[in-house]
Nanobody
Framework: QVQLVESGGGLMQAGGSLRLSCAAS????????MGWFRQTPGTEREFVAT????????YIADSVKGRFTISREHTKNTVYLQMNSLKPEDTAVYYC?????????????????WGQGTQVTVSS
């Protein structure tokens, strides 16, 4: 079993930056593939970014490419989502997820564990 706890969300003006953190516990973090997704009311959960178990492979959604980066720190069992040049359309609840296969994958169905989510609101 894996527990994921997100933090770092909040209110930010357009053009600003936020860094989300996701702390994992309960299973060896080093073997997990990690991902970030986001969701707004009435919509499907949307892929944002993913990183494989070693950190050597990442994949970023086109909608945020060039503005968001994903990284992981094994000594802290934590994955990060650095969000720069924020836009109002980035407003959503952001979820951290883990997959036991260890891959960098963009499908929600590939993930075994999910956090509770953290709200990000970007004002214009």
């Amino acid at each position: 079993q894996v527990q994921l706890v997100e933090s770092g969300g909040g209110l930010m003006q357009a053009g600003g930056s936020l860094r989300l953190s996701c702390a994992a516990s309960g299973r060896t973090f080093s073997y997990l593939g990690m991902g970030w997704f986001r969701q707004t009311p009435g919509t499907e959960r949307e892929f944002v970014a993913t990183i494989n178990w070693s950190g050597a492979r990442t994949y970023i959604a086109d909608s945020v490419k060039g503005r968001f980066t994903i990284s992981r720190e094994h000594t802290k069992n934590t994955v990060y989502l650095q969000m720069n040049s924020l836009k109002p359309e980035d407003t959503a609840v952001y979820y951290c997820a883990a997959n036991s296969a260890g891959g960098a994958v963009d499908a929600t169905s590939s993930y075994d564990y999910w956090g509770q989510g953290t709200q990000v609101t970007v004002s214009s």
